[in-house]
């Protein structure tokens, strides 16, 4: 089941729904994004959060495990989101978004990182030529779509982060693509000086390390993604160096996903 909506219309659009790749494209493709439709204002804030409202209301298409990919340029006003956050983890609902630096109105960007992270999404800030990357490597998570590691860790400074060991969900001892993400920060890039991380074998058989630009996993905005081949039935150990320019505290996040079955995560708290 498929759905799409365009929001932050002057007039409101309703959700639509699909049984079917093919309408559900060309539905998009009838709905792409219209400046000359949009509020025509920077203090209106995003109406992005009452379309998932209506979303959760809807007898049309099936909840549990929905994911929702989200692509702003306008953020919301909203501070109250706690009830809405627990609704959507209630049906386990992923919620990704993609937000551009550059605000075309709304004052309140750090809640679409919130309803976000909380639902063990996740957001990226970017902007420029490669904002439209960002929106791409979405669907990234439709061919990888069963989260197995999923953190937060509040940061600042200069430091290191080493994850415990893990294996993958594949029983196999053959390889198999995953889908590696981190997100750096937890606003548009700011004081941010850079951020490495390294997967390897607990015998260092195999090492995996990023941003790499030649393999094609760089990092665009704030987020990196990645897809290293890694074995099944193997431990594996992932260090996370960040250097920021001051001490303010940053939020980096942390998302693994397999092709493999691996059943709903613990939720974050509140």
């Keep these: 089941?498929?759905?799409?909506?365009?929001?932050?219309?002057?007039?409101?659009?309703?959700?639509?729904?699909?049984?079917?790749?093919?309408?559900?494209?060309?539905?998009?493709?009838a709905r792409m994004p219209d400046a000359s439709l949009g509020y025509n204002d920077t203090t209106t804030g995003s109406d992005v959060f009452n379309v998932l409202q209506k979303f959760l209301s809807n007898k049309q298409a099936p909840l549990c495990g929905a994911?929702?990919?989200?692509?702003a340029k306008r953020y919301p006003n909203d501070k109250a989101l706690r009830e809405l956050i627990t609704e959507l983890r209630d049906k386990h609902i992923f919620v990704y978004i993609v937000a551009h630096d550059?605000?075309?109105?709304?004052?309140?960007?750090?809640?679409?990182?919130?309803?976000?992270?909380?639902?063990?999404g996740f957001c990226i800030f970017n902007s420029g030529v490669n904002f439209w990357i960002s929106v791409s490597d979405l669907s990234y998570v439709n061919h990888r779509p069963y989260q197995f590691q999923s953190q937060t860790f509040n940061v600042s400074g200069i430091g290191r982060l080493e994850l415990p060991v893990w294996q993958t969900p594949n029983p196999t001892q053959y390889s198999e693509q995953l889908l590696v993400v981190i997100i750096v920060q937890n606003h548009s890039l700011?004081?941010?000086?850079?951020?490495?991380?390294?997967?390897?074998?607990t015998d260092k058989s195999f090492v995996f390390?990023?941003?790499?630009q030649s393999s094609g996993w760089p990092r665009f905005g704030t987020g990196i993604l990645a897809q290293p081949d890694l074995y099944g039935s193997t431990d594996y150990k992932w260090t996370i160096d960040y250097h920021y320019s001051n001490n303010e505290p940053q939020q980096i996040e942390t998302r693994l996903y397999s092709n493999y079955y691996h059943d709903f995560l613990p939720l974050p708290q509140m």
């Design 102 to 120: 550059f605000r075309s109105g709304g004052s309140n960007p750090g809640a679409l990182f919130e309803v976000a992270d909380k639902t063990k």
């Design 67 to 71: 994911l929702v990919y989200i692509v």
């Design 209 to 212: 390390v990023g941003p790499d």
């Design 190 to 201: 700011s004081n941010f000086i850079s951020l490495n991380y390294t997967i390897e074998t």
């Design 1 to 29: 089941m498929f759905a799409n909506i365009r929001f932050d219309v002057k007039v409101e659009e309703e959700i639509q729904y699909h049984s079917d790749i093919f309408s559900f494209n060309a539905s998009m493709s």
